[in-house]
C-alpha cells in the first residue's frame, strides 16, 4: 500500500509542471485548470473536458464536500493524483416579505405547467458540453451597483423557506445595460418565465453557463457569438421581483457558482458604496 503511495506521489511530482490552477479553492468558487494539451483529466472519478490548450473546468457548489480529488492521466504515460482541500464558507439568511403569496406558492395548474417547462429549457441549457473554451475570456460584472442578494444565502419568502439563493443580485435603475459577463454563445432568450421574467442564459464552453433574469428587454438573439461587453438586455423587474435589479447566476452543469469570485472585486462608484 505505502510502496504504490510512493509510486504516485513522485509520478506527481514529476508532472507537477504540467499543473496549475486560477481561481479559488472554495465552495461557490469556479478553478480553471491548466494541464498540457492531451491530457485526460478526471474530478472524483468524472471526467471532464480538456481543451486544445489544456484548460479543463472545476466548480465547487455551495455546499461542496471539503476535498476533491483529481487524476490527471498525461501523454508520455505518467500519472498525477491530488487531493485538494475545499474552503467552507458561511452563508447569510434573507429575510423577504411581502410577495403577493400567489407567486410564493404557485398554485394553479397553468403555473405548475409553465415551472416545468421553463425548468426544463434551463435544465437543456445547464447539461450543454460545447468544445470551445469561451471561458477563457474571464468575467466580468454584467452591470455595476450594490448587492442586494449575495450567492448561498437561506431565503425565507413571506415567513416559508426556500431554497439558498443561487446567484447575486445588483441593485442597478431600471434602464441600465446589461452586458455579457465573459464570451460565448446566447442559447436562451425567453420573454416571459414564470420566477425570472425576461431571460438570457449564454453558454461559455465546457458546461459553464451564465443566466441574466428580470430584465425589462432582451437586446440579442438565440445562437447570437457574443463578446464579454455585449449589451445583451435592460435591467428590469420582470417575474418574481420586488424592485429593480439584474439576478445573475453561474453554473458548471449543474452546480450552481458564486459569481461575485468569478468577476471579482466590483468598482463602485464612490457615490453609490453608500447605498443597497
Ligand atoms: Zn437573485
Given at each position: 500500500m505505502s510502496a504504490f503511495l510512493g509510486v504516485f506521489l513522485l509520478a506527481g511530482n514529476a508532472a507537477a509542471a504540467s499543473l496549475s490552477f486560477d481561481g479559488?479553492?472554495?465552495?461557490?468558487g469556479l478553478v480553471v485548470g491548466k494541464t498540457e494539451p492531451g491530457a485526460r483529466v478526471s474530478i472524483d472519478g468524472r471526467p471532464v473536458r480538456v481543451s486544445s490548450e489544456g484548460a479543463f473546468l472545476m466548480g465547487f457548489g455551495r455546499d461542496a464536500e471539503k476535498t476533491v480529488h483529481l487524476r490527471l492521466d498525461h501523454p508520455d504515460g505518467t500519472r498525477t493524483e491530488k487531493t485538494l482541500s475545499v474552503k467552507g464558507r458561511a452563508y447569510k439568511v434573507q429575510r423577504i416579505d411581502g410577495l403577493p403569496e400567489q407567486q410564493v406558492t404557485p398554485r394553479t395548474p397553468e403555473d405548475l405547467a409553465r415551472i416545468r417547462d421553463d425548468n426544463a429549457k434551463i435544465a437543456t441549457v445547464r447539461n450543454l458540453d460545447t468544445?470551445?473554451?469561451?471561458?477563457?475570456s474571464g468575467f466580468q460584472w454584467p452591470v455595476i451597483g450594490p448587492l442586494s442578494g449575495v450567492f448561498g444565502s437561506q431565503r425565507i419568502l413571506n415567513g416559508e423557506p426556500r431554497r439558498p439563493h443561487n446567484g447575486v443580485d445588483v441593485a442597478a435603475p431600471r434602464g441600465t445595460t446589461v452586458t455579457a459577463a465573459a464570451d460565448g454563445v446566447v442559447v436562451l432568450v425567453h420573454p416571459?418565465?414564470?420566477?425570472?421574467?425576461k431571460t438570457v442564459m449564454i453558454d461559455h464552453g465546457h458546461g459553464l453557463s451564465s443566466v441574466y433574469v428580470h430584465m425589462d428587454d432582451i437586446l440579442i438573439a438565440d445562437g447570437q457569438r457574443i463578446s464579454q461587453g455585449t449589451p445583451i438586455g435592460i435591467v428590469g423587474k420582470t417575474g418574481r421581483v420586488t424592485g429593480a435589479h439584474l439576478h445573475w447566476g453561474v453554473s458548471l452543469f449543474g452546480t450552481l457558482l458564486d459569481p461575485a469570485l468569478l468577476a471579482g472585486p466590483m468598482n463602485l462608484p464612490a457615490a453609490q458604496k453608500k447605498g443597497g
Open positions: 479559488p479553492l472554495t465552495q461557490g468544445a470551445k473554451a469561451w471561458f477563457a416571459d418565465m414564470f420566477y425570472t421574467g
